[in-house]
């Protein structure tokens, strides 16, 4: 080879090749491993609708206009049994906390986790006057 030619010869092209495969393959392996351990979109509305679900009762449960408490904690009602039954079936866990903002305000948030997670936040106000 003449020293005033100039370029790329096959050996570097074929190692350069070879470097871009191995990358490309290790990429396409996390990806394959990223998307194997996520949570499928059937998983996550499940995992909403379990947050949504247990949020309803605890709603509908208010002893008057604003006392809350969450009858699953301590009660086998049928709704609660019912839920907790679907969500151990299919691996979740719900948990509900209630706290007082203020004397006009309380927040009341449900966590579902487990396949995949969801938390669903309300705050009620007490629109009634004394």
């Known amino acids: 080879m003449k020293a005033s030619q100039r370029g790329v010869s096959l050996i ?59 009858p699953c904690i301590n009660s086998t009602s049928n709704a609660c049994k019912k839920l907790e039954d679907y969500a151990q079936q299919f691996g979740y866990t719900i948990k509900s906390q209630i706290t007082n903002e203020s004397a006009t305000f309380k927040l009341i948030t449900v966590n579902v986790s487990g396949n995949s997670d969801a938390t669903i936040s309300m705050r009620v106000a007490n629109y009634e006057t004394a």
């Not at 191995?22 to 998983?43: D, E, K």
Request: glycine content about 4%; cysteine-free.
């Open 12 to 70: 570097e092209l074929i190692a350069f090749i070879v470097v871009i495969g191995i990358v490309t393959s290790g990429a396409l392996l996390a990806m394959r491993n990223v998307l194997f351990h996520s949570a499928t979109p059937q998983q996550i509305l499940q995992a909403s609708h379990l947050a949504k679900a247990r949020l309803n009762i605890i709603l509908l449960a208010r002893q008057n206009s604003f006392q809350f408490s969450d």
